[in-house]
């Protein structure tokens, strides 16, 4: 029902400022999965640097191997659909980076993968949404071709955060 009225509101702004329903909600997809992507690369950068656990770095540098990738892909699927995509993340995950700066031990590898299991279950909401909803042929490839390794990393991410114990820092 959210949902609905989500792409009702965007069909209802879009058709004020006569653009296609298509441009903007697929549009809205491409930032915010760039914007995720961005994320994951920047706390696993962090991760590699201050964790103490190796299978906290290893999940890390799969992080920045996959989602670069995948940025790399999303990038000239947006090129070619003429969309601007965003070169940063999104306020919430650059004050969550800050506040993993200021951490470090088993207190950091907690975070970061609690972190990792939040943010890998709103990107799999993301793109379940795109593959469901959305207009464009291409970008609902996109999420079709990523989601399953998002699901893969979801997984992997609450095996780590469980094999820790217990998760003590809030994104």
């Not at 994320?39 to 799969?62: P, Y």
């Not at 951490?103 to 972190?115: E, I, L, P």
């Not at 990792?116 to 909803?133: G, M, S, Y």
């Amino acid at each position: 029902m959210k949902r609905s009225a989500l792409n009702l509101f965007i069909l209802l702004v879009a058709s004020a400022f006569h653009l296609p329903y298509k441009v903007e909600a697929d549009k809205a997809f491409m930032i915010k999965a760039t914007q995720s992507n961005l994320a994951e690369i920047t706390a696993a950068k962090l991760a590699l640097a201050q964790s103490q656990s190796d299978s906290v770095k290893a999940f890390a540098q799969m992080m920045i191997d996959d989602h670069t990738n995948a940025q790399t892909e999303l990038a000239a699927l947006a090129k070619s659909e003429n969309v601007t995509l965003p070169d940063s993340t999104d306020d919430q995950h650059r004050m969550f980076a800050q506040r993993l700066m200021m951490v470090s031990g088993k207190t950091f590898d907690s975070a970061y993968m609690q972190s990792q299991v939040q943010d890998h279950v709103k990107a799999i909401a993301l793109f379940t949404a795109e593959i469901q909803n959305g207009l464009d042929a291409q970008a609902k490839a996109y999420a079709s071709k990523l989601l399953p390794k998002l699901q893969m990393h979801l997984q992997h991410a609450q095996n780590v955060a469980g094999n820790m114990g217990g998760m003590n820092m809030q994104q």
